[in-house]
């Protein structure tokens, strides 16, 4: 038994918790959660919690049904919205094999090795997201129009606001949790809100967004309001995106820092983001995994359709922020290609990849866009060379399955997986008949 | 010495002299004596008691020499240091001094050239000086050189700068020099060497704080933010240096009180930065030795400094298992002892847990090849510390068994080794006599690296290779006689004895005390035998005593011979797939053949023989129970030959000679399938050697199979040879399927078809029914059940399948195949190859199906189609329920029939163009298509190597598992100890199951992705 396996020991008995629940994520980046009894808890330490692995998403199958949950102490936290007496709390878990081995399927632990592969290059990888949700009052459901709670419009003060209130107690709820927030504000579309994590490692984030996302939830309940975050709820306003900053460390350096480069870019810098670029279109189908992602991506704002970057260009996939002088460390990339429903584990697994491919392989990065590419025609960008991102989900998995990189950063087992649910996602979207279909087609045809 | 004053017999005699004291050059010996400096100093030296003590030098030539150096030199630095140096060579009351200086000056050149440098210095002989000095007086003397005081907790130089760090180089040279002396002129340097060798781990400490205090002298605030600890690490750490390595360091700092935590470790790293510098870093006066802090978390790539939290998150959360056992020797030796100690508090307890982690036996195996392996090629003769046998090797032993043990055992905690080994041996963990001995073994191994670094002050750890060299070294360690060659062989021995200690230590108290060899052995309490067993791989310890009590108890002679033999065979169990496995096939194959004359002889004879049999043992049950059903091939493993396979020729002339004098039909199959058995076993145990590919074992396989086909067939035609009708027809039969390919498996099939061609004027009915009779008859051989192992002969791609008539004539096979042929049998003729009977048949045969087979333009669309159809269907019907299609070896994404049935839609589309695609085996074909430009040489690749490994992987699977059938033999397995266990089959190292499966499926899913485009595109 280590230090911190006692300490969390040591906490379920002072603050009197009663149940420990044990979250992990699924292939698709859904939440899942086992409570066990503090008891039970030294035990799970020991051996891990066995469960049926067959009932979770691309867990396993049927025959290797048998997995256990392992959990990490480092990622104890108290529930703070289930009370203070007779408390709840929570860790996540590694998935492992009976035999103790790491599960293959576990989208914690792929994004683990790829940190482990940086590592071994001298590597660590940060991530600062900034995660969109919009609120919609009660109730939320798919077959009634949804009501935003607010109509307010980009960096708004709403007086009164429910999304302000929401804000204020979600951030403290999160504060509480351990997780630091860097900025909050009302977001261009009607009820729509951003919250920015501070920048940790990519572990520690992908773990804090999990946790991000059900403390969203939770407190939209107790306000009686419905938080969601579904890529493009809304035709006619912006999409919910997960723009992300990213920077590789070299032990204490910022590996893309260099002072007096142009934008004060290390080469490392614009290898990474050539590997980005490179890449993007076969990472596509994990960062924006869903039918509706692309309707998101395809609808103008601030969601990027096409492969370029450029310096403090909003409409390029990667963007390199205006550097602050004196702040070598601060020097990041922003991914703004994935949205608020991916799974961040493996997502964050994959532009940490992609970028070190830019790396390893020297790739030249492309001259950054200047202009706003989304006013450029057809012809002007083939000119430039700017490629667009896919276009449907169909297309996001015809590039991903050719992609090496995708197979081995997942691992052959997740990228099988992933390939067969987003074809059966796809077919059965194909098969729906829509409103669109039966406005414009049933009164003429 | 005569007094005649002829000067030539005066030098002949002097030179005479010299020789016999020990001098290698006595020409430059005499000139030396006749040197006006030293003569100014010491008076004439011929029959002078001086050149006697300087012949008891290491090197009397280098000691010469390096005096009258010093003469010269004291003599240039005033009339004080020449009297005194005076006084020191000729007082007879000064002996002692005069030895030590001698000793010095013969054994490191180095040390010569200091006091060349600082005559003055050699005051610090003057006087006997114990090799064990308080740490704390070392401690305040260095950092006296530097104007700091030894009672401030934070001492600060006052002697800055380059002075300042010349004036602690100083300071530890002439300490240096004092261990130096004391060491040399010891008559018993091998007790001595663990007192040197903490003296100079204390003195690199003293060294270290004093460094600490120069580097807090160039702060602003001296350093006072910040409590920064220096922790020793590796011989350091275990106090037990060397006279020149590199030291490692680890730096751990907490913030003073009321200063930020940020600013405090940046200033820490500051001061880590300049205190190495201070010790390595050019400058007037030498460096004293490299400070190396890479066993730092992260390594080189970690930040220099961290606080003692941030050390302990490291741990827990990344550290390997190699570093745990590398802070095993961790210990506190500068700077703030409340912060040092804070530290190796904090992560001592997970030193003691490593054992738990996942891993520990994959990580602590990989270590020992580490170890063991990285020697450098041009160096591996030379290495004193890497490479079996080497002081590394020594070390990891007793630092396993520390770590294996000392989680229960507070007792064997030290961090110096021998220290560490007396624990061991006092708390019976290992034999007395054992432990004994490799502590010599080490004490030798560290005196010889000590006397080698002393003579330049260089980091070396390589036995030197010059004459003189080796001479000096030789009687530096007391070896007077014998010179270069014995110290050579006695340095060789040790690194024998090591290896084999490292067997004695490790395995030999695992078994019982019954069985103990002498009455210093020890058997281990049954608590820390199953701990060691579990710690080097045995998954079921308590079962693994039991075999070895049984193994080794009793008076027997093999009892007697498996006490010999099983601690090394322990060892090599381990070293497989699975150790258990190994051990239980070996009480097995003990009980079988124990009592056989050669066999226990063999093994204990033939080290080459048990290791082979070890390692077959622990990774193959089918070779397993292989070689316990035909005992008699473990004797092949003693021989190189025995292993290789054997040609057809060979074995067919075998069956020949086996057919030739046997009579009762039975008997000679039973025979045949005796020789099929015993190639089976042959060709199992050369390729879990590694020492043939896949291809060579499936022509192994096929060309058994094709000789006892042969055979039987003979059998059953000599039947009907002898009986009431006679032979009525001639027959022949048809290899089909992964026969006709040559690419058996161990549990494969045999496909066949059978023809005949009744004799002129036979009746053809009669004839028809009699090769049915022989056909059937040979079926049965084979088959049936018996003895020796079954060969199933499966006729069923006749025409008409099951339905069909079993053999047909030449005639009705050509009417069938000109009405009635369908795609698919065109395509499994492409396999088709004549093996037994009638070898004109077997040719009219091929030149029947050639056309069907190979037509002229290609097949047409309307054949392609039905083939792309059945594969489909095929793929869709034929696996097997709940398998998954990445997995399955044979039908599944990218396994054998994808590939094989891409290469044969190309043979029958383009086999009657190209010459070279007319050939029953898959990969000749897929070369030929490739040559002929009909698929890219990337697809090709791709191909190949998808078949490649689907192959090899089935045969890794019967050999793992010892099961030749059934729905699991065609599956890649879940299980992560299967996987592993096909892992070590495929050659890869322990831990590699996970990249099996992942190796497979991405090869799989490459080889589709071929199949799709080339089988189903265009």
């Known amino acids: 038994m280590d230090r911190q396996q006692e300490f969390v020991l040591r906490t379920v008995e002072e603050r009197d918790i009663r149940f420990i629940r044990l979250?992990?994520?699924?292939?698709?980046?859904?939440?899942?959660?086992?409570?066990?009894?503090?008891?039970?808890?030294?035990?799970?330490?020991?051996?891990?919690?066995?469960?049926?692995?067959?009932?979770?998403?691309?867990?396993?199958?049927?025959?290797?049904?048998?997995?256990?949950?392992?959990?990490?102490?480092?990622?104890?936290?108290?529930?703070?919205?289930?009370?203070?007496?007779?408390?709840?709390?929570?860790?996540?878990?590694?998935?492992?094999?009976?035999?103790?081995?790491?599960?293959?399927?576990?989208?914690?632990?792929?994004?683990?090795?790829?940190?482990?592969?940086?590592?071994?290059?001298?590597?660590?990888?940060?991530?600062?997201?900034?995660?969109?949700?919009?609120?919609?009052?009660?109730?939320?459901?798919?077959?009634?129009?949804?009501?935003?709670?607010?109509?307010?419009?980009?960096?708004?003060?709403?007086?009164?606001?429910?999304?302000?209130?929401?804000?204020?107690?979600?951030?403290?709820?999160?504060?509480?949790?351990?997780?630091?927030?860097?900025?909050?504000?009302?977001?261009?579309?009607?009820?729509?809100?951003?919250?920015?994590?501070?920048?940790?490692?990519?572990?520690?984030?992908?773990?804090?967004?999990?946790?991000?996302?059900?403390?969203?939830?939770?407190?939209?309940?107790?306000?009686?309001?419905?938080?969601?975050?579904?890529?493009?709820?809304?035709?006619?306003?912006?999409?919910?995106?997960?723009?992300?900053?990213?920077?590789?460390?070299?032990?204490?350096?910022?590996?893309?820092?260099?002072?007096?480069?142009?934008?004060?870019?290390?080469?490392?810098?614009?290898?990474?983001?050539?590997?980005?670029?490179?890449?993007?279109?076969e990472i596509t189908a994990i960062t924006n995994q869903y039918v509706n992602s692309y309707k998101r991506m395809w609808g103008g704002a601030e969601a990027p359709s096409y492969i370029c970057w450029g310096h403090n260009n909003r409409s390029a996939l990667v963007r390199v922020p205006m550097y602050k002088p004196g702040k070598g460390n601060s020097s990041r990339v922003e991914y703004r290609g994935v949205d608020s429903a991916t799974n961040p584990y493996l997502a964050y697994a994959l532009l940490l990849a992609a970028g070190l491919k830019g790396i390893e392989e020297g790739y030249e990065l492309p001259d950054g866009a200047e202009d706003d590419v989304w006013e450029l025609t057809d012809a002007e960008r083939r000119a430039l060379g700017i490629q667009p991102l896919p276009s449907s989900l169909e297309q996001a998995i015809a590039i991903m399955e050719k992609s090496e990189l995708v197979a081995e950063t997942l691992g052959e087992h997740v990228f099988d997986f992933v390939l067969r649910n987003k074809r059966e996602e796809w077919n059965a979207y194909r098969q729906q008949v829509t409103p669109f279909e039966l406005k414009r087609f049933l009164s003429v045809l | 010495m005569t007094a005649d004053g002829d000067p030539g017999r005066r030098t002949g005699g002097l030179r005479t002299q010299l020789t016999r004291l020990g001098f290698t050059d006595p020409g430059r010996a005499a000139s030396l004596l006749e040197d006006p400096d030293l003569r100014a100093l010491a008076g004439p030296l011929e029959g002078a008691t001086l050149v006697e003590e300087i012949a008891t030098a290491a090197s009397p030539d280098d000691a010469l020499l390096a005096l009258t150096r010093l003469a010269t030199a004291a003599i240039g630095a005033g009339e004080a240091r020449r009297a005194e140096l005076r006084a020191l060579l000729l007082e007879p009351g000064r002996a002692g001094a005069r030895a030590r200086l001698v000793a010095v000056l013969g054994a490191s050149t180095a040390l010569a050239d200091h006091l060349v440098r600082h005559p003055e210095d050699v005051d610090v002989l003057a006087e006997p000086s114990p090799i064990g000095a308080d740490v704390r007086t070392v401690r305040a003397e260095i950092l006296a050189a530097v104007g700091a005081s030894g009672d401030d907790a934070a001492p600060v130089a006052t002697r800055g700068g380059q002075d300042g760090t010349d004036a602690m180089r100083r300071a530890y040279r002439r300490r240096l020099l004092m261990i130096a002396a004391a060491d040399l002129v010891s008559s018993e340097p091998l007790t001595l060497l663990p007192a040197v060798a903490a003296a100079l781990a204390?003195?690199?400490?003293?060294?270290?704080?004093?460094?600490?205090?120069?580097?807090?002298?160039?702060?602003?605030?001296?350093?006072?933010?910040?409590?920064?600890?220096?922790?020793?690490?590796?011989?350091?750490?275990?106090?037990?240096?060397?006279?020149?390595?590199?030291?490692?360091?680890?730096?751990?700092?907490?913030?003073?009180?009321?200063?930020?935590?940020?600013?405090?470790?940046?200033?820490?790293?500051?001061?880590?930065?300049?205190?190495?510098?201070?010790?390595?870093?050019?400058?007037?006066?030498?460096?004293?030795?490299?400070?190396?802090?890479?066993?730092?978390?992260?390594?080189?790539?970690?930040?220099?400094?961290?606080?003692?939290?941030?050390?302990?998150?490291?741990?827990?959360?990344?550290?390997?298992?190699?570093?745990?056992?590398?802070?095993?020797?961790?210990?506190?030796?500068?700077?703030?002892?409340?912060?040092?100690?804070?530290?190796?508090?904090?992560?001592?307890?997970?030193?003691?847990?490593?054992?738990?982690?996942?891993?520990?036996?994959?990580?602590?195996?990989?270590?020992?090849?580490?170890?063991?392996?990285?020697?450098?090629?041009?160096?591996?003769?030379?290495?004193?510390?890497?490479?079996?046998?080497?002081?590394?090797?020594?070390?990891?032993?007793?630092?396993?068994?520390?770590?294996?043990?000392?989680?229960?055992?507070?007792?064997?905690?030290?961090?110096?080794?021998?220290?560490?080994?007396?624990?061991?041996?006092?708390?019976?963990?290992?034999?007395?006599?054992?432990?004994?001995?490799?502590?010599?073994?080490?004490?030798?191994?560290?005196?010889?690296?000590?006397?080698?670094?002393?003579?330049?002050?260089?980091?070396?750890?390589?036995?030197?290779?010059?004459?003189?060299?080796?001479?000096?070294?030789a009687r530096s360690v007391g070896i007077r006689t014998g010179g270069a060659d014995a110290v050579v062989e006695r340095w060789r021995t040790v690194r024998r004895d090591v290896r084999h200690l490292h067997e004695e230590l490790f395995y030999r108290p695992l078994l019982p005390a019954t069985a103990s060899?002498?009455?210093?052995?020890?058997?281990?309490?049954?608590?820390?035998?199953?701990?060691?067993?579990?710690?080097?791989?045995?998954?079921?310890?308590?079962?693994?005593?039991?075999?070895?009590?049984?193994?080794?108890?009793?008076?027997?002679?093999?009892?007697?011979?498996?006490?010999?033999?099983?601690?090394?065979?322990?060892?090599?169990?381990?070293?497989?797939?699975?150790?258990?496995?190994?051990?239980l096939a070996f009480r097995r194959l003990s009980d079988e053949l124990g009592t056989t004359h050669w066999y226990l002889k063999l093994l204990r004879d033939s080290g080459v023989a048990a290791h082979r049999l070890a390692q077959l043992l622990s990774t193959s049950r089918y070779v397993a129970d292989a070689l316990a059903r035909s005992p008699e091939s473990v004797a092949w493993l003693d021989d190189d030959a025995e292993l290789a396979p054997r040609d057809h020729a060979r074995l067919a002339a075998e069956a020949d000679a086996v057919l030739t004098r046997q009579d009762d039909p039975v008997g000679a199959a039973t025979l045949l399938r005796a020789l099929r058995r015993r190639e089976l076993a042959r060709t199992a145990a050369a390729e879990v050697l590694g020492r043939s590919s896949v291809t060579t074992a499936a022509a192994s396989l096929t060309a058994a199979a094709d000789v006892v086909l042969a055979g039987a067939l003979r059998i059953a035609e000599y039947e009907v040879r002898h009986g009431p009708d006679g032979l009525l027809t001639r027959n022949a039969v048809i290899a089909m399927g992964r026969l006709?390919?040559?690419?058996?498996?161990?549990?494969?099939?045999?496909?066949?078809?059978?023809?005949?061609?009744?004799?002129?004027?036979?009746?053809?009915?009669?004839?028809?029914?009699?090769?049915?009779?022989?056909?059937?008859?040979?079926?049965?051989?084979?088959?049936?059940?018996?003895?020796?192992?079954?060969?199933?002969?499966?006729?069923?791609?006749?025409?008409?399948?099951?339905?069909?008539?079993?053999?047909?004539?030449?005639?009705?096979?050509?009417?069938?195949?000109?009405?009635?042929?369908?795609?698919?049998?065109?395509?499994?003729?492409?396999?088709?190859?004549?093996?037994?009977?009638?070898?004109?048949?077997?040719?009219?045969?091929?030149?029947?199906?050639?056309?069907?087979?190979?037509?002229?333009?290609?097949?047409?669309?309307?054949?392609?189609?039905?083939?792309?159809?059945?594969?489909?269907?095929?793929?869709?019907?034929?696996?097997?329920?709940?398998?998954?299609?990445?997995?399955?070896?044979?039908?599944?994404?990218?396994?054998?029939?994808?590939?094989?049935?891409?290469?044969?839609?190309?043979?029958?589309?383009?086999?009657?163009?190209?010459?070279?695609?007319?050939?029953?085996?898959?990969?000749?074909?897929?070369?030929?298509?490739?040559?002929?430009?009909?698929?890219?040489?990337?697809?090709?690749?791709?191909?190949?190597?998808?078949?490649?490994?689907?192959?090899?992987?089935?045969?890794?699977?019967?050999?793992?598992?010892?099961?030749?059938?059934?729905?699991?033999?065609?599956?890649?397995?879940?299980?992560?100890?299967?996987?592993?266990?096909?892992?070590?089959?495929?050659g890869l190292p322990p831990g590699s199951g996970g990249d099996v499966e992942e190796t497979y499926l991405r090869t799989g899913r490459r080889a589709r992705a071929v199949v799709e485009r080339v089988f189903y595109g265009d």
Not at chain 1, 252 to 262: I, L, Y
Not at chain 2, 244 to 253: E, G, H, I, L, N
Not at chain 2, 560 to 573: E, K, N, S
Not at chain 2, 949 to 954: A, C, D, F, P
Request: hydrophobic share 40%; charged share 25%.
């Open chain 2, 202 to 473: 204390d003195l690199a400490g003293a060294a270290l704080e004093a460094a600490l205090a120069l580097a807090r002298a160039e702060q602003d605030d001296h350093g006072r933010c910040v409590h920064l600890a220096v922790i020793g690490m590796g011989k350091c750490g275990g106090r037990e240096l060397n006279y020149v390595s590199d030291v490692d360091v680890v730096y751990v700092a907490e913030p003073a009180p009321g200063h930020d935590e940020q600013e405090a470790l940046a200033c820490a790293t500051r001061l880590a930065t300049t205190l190495a510098k201070a010790c390595s870093s050019a400058s007037a006066e030498p460096a004293l030795w490299p400070v190396d802090a890479a066993l730092r978390p992260e390594g080189k790539n970690g930040p220099l400094v961290r606080t003692v939290a941030s050390h302990v998150t490291y741990y827990e959360r990344w550290a390997k298992t190699w570093e745990f056992q590398a802070l095993l020797k961790a210990r506190v030796v500068a700077g703030d002892t409340e912060v040092g100690r804070a530290y190796t508090d904090a992560l001592a307890p997970m030193v003691w847990s490593a054992v738990e982690r996942e891993n520990f036996v994959e990580d602590s195996q990989a270590m020992r090849r580490r170890v063991e392996d990285h020697v450098p090629a041009a160096e591996a003769d030379r290495q004193l510390k890497l490479g079996v046998g080497g002081l590394r090797d020594v070390e990891f032993t007793v630092q396993l068994l520390q770590l294996v043990h000392g989680r229960s055992d507070e007792s064997i905690r030290s961090p110096n080794t021998l220290t560490a080994l007396a624990a061991l041996s006092a708390g019976g963990y290992v034999g007395r006599d054992h432990a004994a001995r490799l502590a010599v073994c080490y004490r030798l191994l560290r005196a010889l690296e000590h006397r080698i670094q002393l003579h330049r002050l260089r980091r070396t750890h390589l036995m030197p290779t010059a004459e003189a060299d080796l001479r000096r070294l």
């Open chain 2, 517 to 583: 060899l002498s009455a210093e052995d020890v058997s281990l309490a049954p608590e820390a035998a199953r701990a060691r067993l579990a710690a080097i791989g045995y998954r079921d310890p308590a079962g693994a005593l039991r075999h070895i009590a049984a193994l080794t108890e009793g008076l027997s002679r093999r009892a007697a011979i498996q006490r010999q033999l099983l601690p090394v065979l322990l060892g090599w169990f381990a070293e497989g797939a699975d150790a258990d496995a190994g051990l």
């Open chain 1, 23 to 281: 979250w992990f994520t699924d292939v698709l980046g859904i939440l899942k959660s086992v409570a066990v009894a503090p008891a039970e808890l030294e035990s799970a330490f020991a051996e891990g919690i066995g469960f049926d692995g067959s009932a979770i998403e691309g867990l396993t199958r049927v025959y290797e049904a048998d997995m256990l949950a392992k959990p990490d102490p480092s990622t104890f936290q108290v529930l703070p919205w289930r009370g203070e007496t007779h408390g709840t709390a929570r860790m996540f878990c590694d998935i492992q094999t009976p035999d103790g081995e790491p599960s293959l399927a576990d989208s914690r632990y792929v994004l683990k090795r790829a940190l482990e592969r940086a590592s071994d290059k001298g590597f660590t990888f940060y991530t600062h997201p900034e995660v969109e949700f919009y609120l919609f009052e009660n109730p939320a459901e798919p077959d009634q129009p949804l009501v935003p709670v607010d109509s307010g419009g980009y960096f708004d003060h709403v007086p009164r606001g429910t999304g302000h209130d929401f804000r204020r107690a979600a951030i403290t709820m999160l504060e509480s949790m351990g997780i630091s927030v860097e900025f909050s504000h009302h977001e261009a579309g009607p009820g729509q809100n951003e919250i920015d994590l501070r920048y940790a490692d990519a572990l520690t984030t992908a773990d804090n967004i999990m946790t991000f996302r059900t403390v969203v939830k939770e407190v939209a309940l107790e306000q009686g309001i419905y938080a969601s975050f579904m890529p493009k709820p809304l035709a006619d306003h912006p999409g919910s995106g997960m723009h992300t900053h990213l920077s590789l460390f070299e032990g204490d350096r910022n590996a893309f820092h260099e002072p007096g480069a142009p934008l004060e870019l290390s080469a490392t810098a614009r290898k990474f983001i050539a590997g980005l670029l490179h890449h993007a279109a």
């Open chain 2, 740 to 986: 006709g390919g040559r690419e058996l498996g161990y549990g494969s099939d045999a496909d066949v078809l059978f023809v005949h061609d009744p004799l002129p004027g036979v009746d053809e009915p009669a004839a028809q029914a009699q090769a049915v009779a022989i056909a059937m008859r040979v079926r049965s051989l084979l088959g049936d059940v018996g003895p020796e192992p079954t060969l199933e002969v499966d006729a069923d791609l006749r025409p008409e399948g099951r339905n069909g008539p079993l053999v047909r004539s030449l005639a009705a096979y050509g009417e069938y195949y000109q009405r009635w042929s369908s795609p698919w049998e065109s395509q499994a003729l492409l396999r088709a190859r004549p093996v037994a009977g009638d070898t004109g048949l077997g040719e009219r045969f091929v030149a029947l199906v050639d056309p069907l087979r190979y037509p002229p333009g290609g097949a047409d669309a309307h054949v392609l189609k039905e083939v792309r159809r059945l594969k489909a269907r095929m793929e869709a019907e034929r696996l097997p329920r709940g398998v998954d299609p990445a997995r399955h070896l044979k039908l599944g994404r990218g396994g054998l029939s994808d590939v094989e049935w891409t290469v044969q839609l190309l043979q029958l589309r383009h086999g009657h163009d190209h010459a070279g695609l007319r050939s029953p085996s898959t990969l000749e074909a897929l070369d030929a298509a490739a040559a002929a430009g009909l698929v890219s040489a990337e697809d090709a690749a791709t191909l190949r190597e998808a078949w490649v490994l689907s192959s090899r992987l089935r045969d890794a699977v019967v050999l793992w598992t010892g099961r030749v059938g059934g729905a699991a033999a065609d599956v890649l397995p879940h299980d992560r100890r299967a996987l592993g266990g096909l892992a070590r089959l495929l």
